[in-house]
């Protein structure tokens, strides 16, 4: 399985922010999924590098925004007014041939970091 490498989590208060970073080349669509303790992964966010479309989560839309540098190879995960309900591992997934439009099924990303952890404190 291929590894992607992520960053940039940590501590956070409620209200701040974070940006997360996975540097994946050669695939298609890139997300980033979150796993909450005593919770199931949770697909959050994706885009596809073949017209720019996203998809976001109805818990994050106008809060998070994803975004991908081709000349770095990176997509990024820019985190903001962050809440409580947003602590969890993060992980970036990504598929050559996925086009995400929805509802993200992790089965159907076959590359994955191995998560970083975000704490957003009250």
């Known amino acids: 399985q291929v590894q992607l490498a992520e960053s940039g989590g940590g501590l956070v208060q409620n209200g701040g922010s974070l940006r997360l970073s996975c540097a994946a080349s050669d695939f298609h669509a890139v997300g980033w999924f979150r796993q909450a303790p005593g919770k199931e992964r949770e697909g959050v966010s994706c885009i596809n590098s073949s017209d720019g479309s996203t998809y976001y989560a109805d818990s994050v839309k106008g809060r998070f925004t994803i975004s991908r540098d081709n000349a770095k190879n990176t997509v990024y995960l820019q985190m903001n007014s962050l809440k409580p309900e947003d602590t969890a591992v993060y992980y970036c997934?990504?598929?050559?041939?996925?086009?995400?439009?929805?509802?993200?099924?992790?089965?159907?990303?076959?590359?994955w970091g191995q998560g970083t952890l975000v704490t957003v404190s009250s």
């Open positions: 997934a990504a598929s050559v041939d996925y086009y995400c439009s929805g509802y993200m099924d992790p089965q159907d990303l076959e590359a």
